[in-house]
């Protein structure tokens, strides 16, 4: 398996990627993006970036955010990072395992459409939506393990991604004062603006984002669950 750490995960997803390693003793390979060839760095744990280094660093080389319409975060982060480690063990073709439910019919369907329409050299495979595996049978399972994610639904597994509600965005504010401050940070290094369309929100900016957070009332910003995008887990690899 692998797990592709932006390094804008939450602490607690990557103490859980961990955890399922050492619990069920499966090798788990932690890979970064890294700029030129191979185009990845094999990390441990204690190794892995936790302060958006890996995201930082592909920002300042695009010299633009990525946003919901251009997500190369997601891209290059992860689905080339994975695609560039199998490569390097030989593989011509592979199926790439993501856990998306068959109550997640909408995104199921867009993985499947891919499938179809996709000349990469993996597939995306489903076994939980195969086997018709709900959001409560996840739920069970996890209350009969030892650990757990521990996240709250609003939350997901990147800290502040653009792709999440604004009223979860801005809850996730008043939870940590600090948690917007990287975001804030790499929005001024390409100098984003409300009237620039280079920013993470098309719709705003994460220093106003905090403003609304911290000084408005909330009375109506309601919260929702989160997916973030899923994230392929490599296997069943075909050498060359």
Known sequence: MTFANTGKEHWKTLQF??????????????????????????????????????????????????????????????????????????????????????????????????????SERWKTRMPLSTAKVTKRDVMEFWRAQPFDLNLMPYQGNCDMCFLKRKTNRKQMIRDDRDVADWWIEQEEKVGASRASGNRFDLTTTYADLKREAVDQLHLFDFLDDEHDAECGLVCAGEEA
Request: proline fraction near 4%; hydrophobic fraction near 40%.
């Open 17 to 118: 990627v961990m955890e399922c390693g050492l619990y069920w003793d499966v090798p788990i390979v932690w890979l970064e993006w890294r700029d030129g060839k191979p185009g990845f760095a094999e990390v441990t744990y204690e190794q892995c970036s936790k302060d958006g280094e890996p995201f930082a660093a592909l920002i300042a080389k695009k010299k633009y955010l990525p946003n919901a319409v251009t997500r190369y975060c997601t891209i290059e982060l992860k689905i080339r990072v994975i695609k560039h480690y199998a490569m390097s063990l030989g593989w011509k073709h592979w199926d790439s395992i993501v856990g998306l439910r068959y109550d997640e019919g909408h995104r199921v369907m867009k993985a499947l459409e891919r499938n179809e329409t996709a």
